[in-house]
């Protein structure tokens, strides 16, 4: 083969796996797993283990042998910059916080996997062992394999089960921390073993480990310091000062490499003496990932899973052999945190949770895999059997929490100081999802309205920040903080800019601000919507994109499936509210929306309701419900006085609601067929309505279909 024809055949395959690997992480991310869990499984389906076993002749062609020199340079290379972007992450004030106990749990975490993964050495050496290595280096790597905790990983699923500000999640981060540092340095001894075959003859590499480790965290930390101090000044990141990083992040790994442990603790190394305050890690992170995260590291998975093959696990005694590394891996990890966390005086709850978190391994396992195999320590059947169970554990990880430590229980443990001291005996909430905190303040002002003055009366403004890739720098621990904070500030502000020039008696109901973190916003929100105890979603709408229908989207996913009341507001510059319509057909949907109407009017002495109770043969009964009818009846006289319920005969009931809200402020109409509105858009439903309307337009529906417990309440206070 030509040097021309492998480059095309480079090119060729590159593209297919960043294709695959984006294809089946977004599957795995739909299900709530790490995008890691795809990358490696779309580069299994490469290998041997399916594609070379469905197709050998196409896996053949697409993957000739002449090409894999080139796929290991590029897998190389991306896993230089990867574990430089894992030491940019390791944050020392990860290092500080609990540290006493997080140093013994870390420590005895790593200590019983790795002790029980050298006892299952005695089993495994004489049967999956090539001979060219020695049971020292054979189970001081099978320990390292089984001891590893994935840092990216475990941060990832962290931050999106908005654990980060949780007890919980701090002392995860903070154990992980300290089990990265020593598992890589654990790993560093396998490798000088596996080098020199005994450990006597390590010991030099190891000095020269420590001497280098020593010069970096004194000399190469004040120099990465002062140019951190000069990229402050300037605020730019020039390429001469990216150039100068990467050959000193390339220079480490050289070095290290030399010494004779592994270039990947060189890269790793300069990473993590970078300096974390500032900005120059979080710009120099930025312009590094996407290419190394994007095109380089699936490469690495094409790479390790072209070396994967189930197919040599071919008989009863293997595929068992296989079961007990993937149950010593699991109950070393999970049982070595639990007792652990026990001693430290933890309950049984957040120390079961920490010891499923602990078992994430991911790509760092991989990382030690591909090391071991490389070096012969371990053969290509072990390989298999340890991709097998790293792909097991890191799966286990998020399902497994959720059963352990559910959401209403994470809400609980978050450390939002501002948000313990919310009044008690509430007696109506609303839940505000607020996608642009610049940009809806009418929308808080209608919630505030809604709930009406007093202390009882709460609105919850909800931000989600929606990531969807796994590994990026911008969804690390510490910088998930640095945004959660800066959205924190944001929804402050929308409060004090909605309130500074209203009625300060408006401001009277307590408005408490959530932030938190998803990959799917719907499901979020209905999720915090059922733990807060939520009496109404309001939504502010959205067009989504290529599509007309207003009621689409996220929109149109919460009205189908949120366990609450929803409102969706279309906002037509409402400045004043005293002017309320609801056009009326017998429906639940409609009984919310005169619901909604009363508060406003009971909460608003100048506004007036006109309940336009419209009589159509396609549409049946005009008639207000019997609870609203005694309520109404209920009402104090000069309430009442504001509100009518003229009866309208009309064979095109679009058209006068439309007509009816010329002279109105706000328009509130339930989802329903009657108006063109539908409960649930799942398609190009006409929401005529909403497009039509000369008025603010609140679309309501209804979840339950009995009749509203809050109906009494509106009476009260």
């Known amino acids: 083969m030509s040097s021309t024809d492998i480059v095309i055949h480079v090119l060729v395959a590159i593209l297919i796996v960043i294709a695959l690997s984006r294809l089946v992480g977004y599957a795995c991310d739909r299900i709530n797993q790490p995008l890691v869990i795809g990358e490696i499984i779309a580069g299994i389906l490469l290998g041997p283990s399916l594609l070379g076993w469905l197709a050998p002749d196409w896996k053949a062609s697409l993957f000739p042998g002449e090409i894999m020199p080139s796929l290991y340079l590029l897998a190389q290379v991306g896993l230089i910059f990867f574990m430089f972007l894992i030491g940019l992450e390791l944050n020392p004030r990860y290092l500080k916080g609990n540290l006493d106990v997080a140093i013994l749990i870390s420590h005895v975490s790593i200590l019983v996997p790795f002790s029980l993964g050298g006892i299952l050495a005695l089993l495994l050496f004489p049967q999956v062992s090539n001979g060219e290595v020695s049971f020292t280096a054979f189970a001081l790597f099978l320990g390292a394999s089984m001891a590893v905790t994935a840092f990216p990983v475990l941060a990832r699923i962290i931050a999106e089960n908005n654990l980060q500000r949780s007890r919980l999640g701090t002392l995860a981060l903070t154990c992980a ?291 969807q890739e796994d590994y990026a720098f911008s969804s690390t621990p510490g910088e998930v903080d640095r945004l959660l ?117 009971l909460n608003l002495p100048d506004c007036h309701l006109k309940v336009l109770r419209l009589a159509s043969d396609a549409y049946g009964d005009s008639e207000l419900s019997r609870e609203f009818r005694v309520l109404l009846n209920q009402l104090d006289p000069a309430v009442g006085s504001r509100i009518e319920t003229p009866l309208i005969t009309t064979s095109d009931p679009i058209a006068a609601v439309v007509e009816a809200s010329r002279s109105a402020d706000l328009t509130i109409a339930g989802a329903s067929r009657a108006w063109g509105l539908e409960r649930q858009t799942l398609g190009r439903y006409a929401d005529a309505l909403a497009n039509q309307c000369h008025s603010s337009l609140l679309i309501t529906r209804k979840y339950s279909q009995i009749a509203t417990p809050h109906l009494a309440s509106l009476l009260q206070g």
């Open 177 to 467: 921390a300290v089990d990265d540092v020593t598992a890589w340095c654990v790993l560093a001894l396998a490798i000088a073993v596996t080098r020199t075959n005994q450990m006597v003859a390590a010991v030099p590499t190891v000095i020269w480990s420590l001497a280098y480790i020593l010069f970096m965290v004194t000399v190469g930390q004040r120099f990465f310091t002062k140019l951190s101090k000069y990229y402050d000044r300037t605020g730019k990141l020039s390429q001469l000062m990216v150039a100068a990083i990467y050959i000193s992040v390339v220079a480490s790994a050289l070095i290290t490499e030399v010494i004779g442990i592994h270039f990947i603790f060189g890269a790793f190394l300069l990473g993590a003496v970078m300096p974390k305050r500032g900005n120059l890690a979080r710009e120099l992170a930025e312009k590094t990932e996407d290419f190394v995260l994007v095109f380089l590291l699936p490469v690495f998975f094409a790479y390790s899973g072209l070396k994967t093959q189930v197919g040599l696990l071919n008989s009863l005694d293997k595929w068992l052999l296989c079961f007990a590394v993937i149950g010593v891996a699991i109950l070393g990890k999970y049982l070595g945190t639990y007792v652990a966390a026990r001693v430290s005086g933890i309950d049984h709850r957040e120390s079961s949770a920490l010891g499923w978190l602990m078992n994430t391994r991911g790509l760092t396992e991989l990382i030690v895999l591909n090391i071991g195999l490389e070096l012969k320590v371990i053969t290509p059947l072990l390989f298999t059997m340890l991709v097998i169970m790293a792909l097991v554990t890191t799966f286990l990880t998020s399902p497994l929490l959720e059963r352990i430590y559910p959401k209403r229980l994470i809400s609980l443990d978050v450390m939002e100081p501002d948000q313990e001291d919310s009044p008690q005996g509430i007696t109506y909430r609303v839940l505000v999802p607020v996608a642009n905190p610049h940009s809806q303040e009418g929308l808080l002002k209608l919630a505030v309205k809604i709930v009406g003055q007093g202390p009882l009366a709460q609105v919850n403004l909800l931000n989600l920040v929606e990531m």
């Open 485 to 601: 904070n800066q959205r924190q500030q944001d929804l402050n502000q929308l409060i004090q800019t909605t309130f500074q020039t209203t009625l300060p008696a408006e401001s009277e109901a307590s408005i408490r601000s959530i932030v938190r973190v998803t990959n799917d916003v719907a499901r979020e929100t209905a999720a915090i919507a059922q733990m807060e105890g939520i009496d109404l979603i309001l939504m502010g709408w959205h067009r989504p994109v290529f599509d007309q229908n207003r009621l689409g989207g996220r929109v149109g996913k919460m009205l189908g499936f949120a366990p609450k009341d929803v409102a969706v507001f279309v906002d037509q510059n409402l400045t004043i509210l005293n002017q309320l319509v609801v056009p009326y057909v017998a429906s639940v949907h409609n009984d919310l929306a005169v619901e909604i109407a009363l508060r406003l009017m």
